[in-house]
Nanobody
Framework: QVQLVESGGGLVQPGGSLRLSCVISGRTFSGYGMGWFRQAPGKEREFVAVISRTGGIYYADFVKGRFTIFRDQAKSLVFLQMNSLEPEDTAVYYC????????????????WGQGTQVTVSS
C-alpha cells in the first residue's frame, strides 16, 4: 500500500520558519517527481514546489526564494524548508508524487499525503 505521510506543520509567527517532511512508503518512487502543494480555506489546491523525476527543481512564483525543497539520498523523504513565513502562507500543505515530466498542477499528482496544517499568525 502506497503511503505518503507529512509532518512538521504547526503554528508560527510571521517571519518564522518551518520544515515540512514527507515520508514515502509502499513502493519505489524513483520514476516519480515529488512535490508540495497547499490549500487554503475556500481556495483551490495550488502548486508550491517540486523536484521532478529528472531532478529539476521548480517553485511557484509566490515562494520568492523563501522556500527550499530537497530530497534525501535514498529518495524516501522529501522536505520543504519554509523561511520568512507570511500569514498568506497559512494552508494545509500536501505532499504528492507524480510521474509527470514537470508536475506543477494538482491533476498531475498520482499519490497524495493526508496534509499537514501550517498556520502563520501573531
Amino acid at each position: 500500500q502506497v503511503q505518503l505521510v507529512e509532518s512538521g506543520g504547526g503554528l508560527v509567527q510571521p517571519g518564522g520558519s518551518l520544515r515540512l517532511s514527507c515520508v514515502i512508503s509502499g513502493r519505489t518512487f524513483s520514476g516519480y517527481g515529488m512535490g508540495w502543494f497547499r490549500q487554503a480555506p475556500g481556495k483551490e489546491r495550488e502548486f508550491v514546489a517540486v523536484i521532478s523525476r529528472t531532478g529539476g527543481i521548480y517553485y511557484a512564483d509566490f515562494v520568492k526564494g523563501r522556500f527550499t525543497i530537497f530530497r534525501d539520498q535514498a529518495k524516501s523523504l522529501v522536505f520543504l524548508q519554509m523561511n520568512s513565513l507570511e500569514p498568506e502562507d497559512t494552508a494545509v500543505y500536501y505532499c504528492g508524487a507524480s510521474p509527470a515530466v514537470i508536475p506543477t498542477a494538482p491533476a498531475d499528482v498520482e499519490y497524495w499525503g493526508q496534509g499537514t496544517q501550517v498556520t502563520v499568525s501573531s
